[in-house]
């Protein structure tokens, strides 16, 4: 993955899945804002129709729904990593999900329809994106997977593994409605790991 501080992170992250050519970086680099935002702070709240996507630099982010009174974090976003409701981008229905930051946080946006247009115009940038698309797609058939046949010790293990320290980050209701389980049940397996 090209260093350069002068390209944003989020660039980075989409030449490592496929190179683009430096037109294409100026294009992109055209659309993306950027803001420190707040931990509380909810970039989507329910029922807006999202279009844009976030990108966290550095910070914590969950989408998250309610369901019969409760809050379940659909999926977390930490250091480098995309963030958003998706099912809303796509279809521009309002969201049933909100996104909301977790912790302080440096985050790079765009709009889905700039977005778009920077694809029509350069395809090594349509095709990075295909293939950050498939990436997800396979990264959500696992964590269904996981869900239904890992044990919750397990899938908490598998947690801490892709978003390292998290439990230090989060607060743990939000790792527990993630992991489907309850909070006193979490405690139990965090006082068994460590």
């Known amino acids: 993955m090209n260093e350069d501080k002068s390209v944003p992170l989020l660039i980075q992250v989409i030449s ?25 702070t909810e970039l989507l709240k329910f029922g807006q129709i999202a279009r844009g ?14 369901h019969k009174d409760l809050d379940v974090t659909d999926y977390f976003a930490i250091d480098g990593q995309f963030i958003g409701a998706v099912p809303s981008v796509f279809t521009l229905q309002p969201s049933r999900k909100a996104i ?5 946080s440096e985050v790079s946006y765009f709009w889905i329809k700039d977005f778009e247009e920077c694809c029509a115009q350069h395809h090594d940038l349509e095709r990075a994106a295909r293939k950050l698309a498939y990436f997800a797609l396979v990264e959500e058939q696992d964590r269904i997977e996981k869900l239904r ?5 397990e899938r908490y293990l598998e947690l801490e593994k892709k978003y390292p320290g998290i439990s230090n980050r989060c607060p743990l209701k939000y790792i527990a409605s993630y992991l489907g389980i309850s909070q006193v049940s979490l405690s139990r397996i965090r006082a068994g790991v460590q």
């Open 16 to 40: 490592s899945v496929s190179l683009l050519a430096p037109g294409t970086i100026a294009d992109l680099q055209n659309i993306i804002q950027f803001k420190i935002v707040k931990s509380n």
């Open 149 to 153: 046949f890992y044990s919750a010790a």
């Open 100 to 104: 909301q930051i977790v912790e302080d």
């Open 53 to 66: 996507m976030y990108f966290i630099n550095q910070g914590l982010a969950r989408v998250y729904y309610q």
